[in-house]
C-alpha cells in the first residue's frame, strides 16, 4: 500500500483544515488507518485512528472533540477533519496503515505516507 497525504497548510488559531490520505491499491479496506503527528523536537504522536470499516474510531485526547477522522473505502481515502486549531497543533501529519485495531503505537502500522505539514498561527 501506497499511501499520499495532503491538504496541510497555514491557517489561524481557531480555523479547520481537512487532511486527506489517497492509498493505492486493492486491499486499503483491509487496514486500520491512524493519523500521526511530530513537531519540530517532539516524538511522533497519535492522533487518531479508525478501524477497517469505518464504524469505530479513538482519539488522543488532546484532539478529542475537535478533530473527526473517516474514511471512504471506495475511494481508497482517509481524512482528517480538523477544527478549533491551536497553535500546539503545529505539526507533520501521518497518515499510516495497519492491521490491529485502533492502535495508538506508531509500530503497529506497517506503511506510512510521506507526510503533511500543518502550521497554526496564533
Known amino acids: 500500500v501506497q499511501l499520499q497525504a495532503s491538504g496541510g497548510g497555514l491557517v489561524q488559531a481557531g480555523g479547520s483544515l481537512r487532511l486527506s490520505c489517497a492509498a493505492s491499491g486493492r486491499t486499503f479496506s483491509s487496514y486500520t488507518m491512524g493519523w500521526f503527528r511530530q513537531a519540530p523536537g517532539k516524538e511522533c504522536e497519535f492522533v487518531a485512528a479508525?478501524?477497517?470499516?469505518?464504524?469505530?474510531?479513538y482519539y488522543a485526547d488532546s484532539v478529542k472533540g475537535r478533530f473527526t477522522i473517516s474514511r471512504d473505502n471506495a475511494k481508497n481515502t482517509v481524512y482528517l477533519q480538523m477544527n478549533s486549531l491551536k497553535p500546539e497543533d503545529t505539526a507533520v501529519y501521518y497518515c499510516?496503515?495497519?492491521?490491529?485495531?485502533?492502535?495508538?503505537?506508531?509500530?503497529?502500522?506497517?506503511?506510512w505516507g510521506q507526510g503533511t505539514q500543518v502550521t497554526v498561527s496564533s
Open positions: 479508525i478501524s477497517r470499516n469505518g464504524v469505530s474510531t
Open positions: 499510516a496503515a495497519g492491521n490491529l485495531l485502533l492502535s495508538t503505537l506508531t509500530k503497529d502500522y506497517t506503511y
